[in-house]
Nanobody
């Protein structure tokens, strides 16, 4: 059974930092690209960051470049998102996603709330 379980969200002040984690099971983690998305209410999910299966390549949305860092531990089957200099506009539910060709697996999300 495929599972992606996010954790690490919470309520913080602007300028604070948070580390999100995503624990994967039920599939061969090291062969999947991984990404973080976020969604505000019923808006479209926005791609925040993505990382290649071996961790050698990462890409970021312009809105988070220089503030967020995506990383992964293939031995532990974990994905991370280190978020610094948080802003109120970063408030959203954050989801991790595993992708390989046409296959996508999603977690259930973790809420991040940033107050000014």
């Amino acid at each position: 059974q495929v599972q992606l379980v996010e954790s690490g969200g919470g309520s913080v002040q602007a300028g604070d930092s948070l580390r999100l984690s995503c624990v994967a099971s039920g599939f061969t983690f090291k062969t999947y690209g991984m990404s973080w998305y976020r969604q505000v209410l019923t808006d479209k999910r926005e791609l925040v960051a993505a990382i290649s299966s071996n961790g050698n390549y990462a890409d970021y949305a312009d809105s988070v470049k220089g503030r967020f860092t995506i990383s992964r531990d293939n031995d532990e089957q974990k994905l991370y998102l280190d978020m610094t200099e948080l802003r109120p506009e970063d408030t959203a539910v954050y989801y991790c996603k595993a992708y390989q060709l046409a296959t996508n697996y999603w977690g259930r999300g973790t809420q991040v709330t940033v107050s000014s």
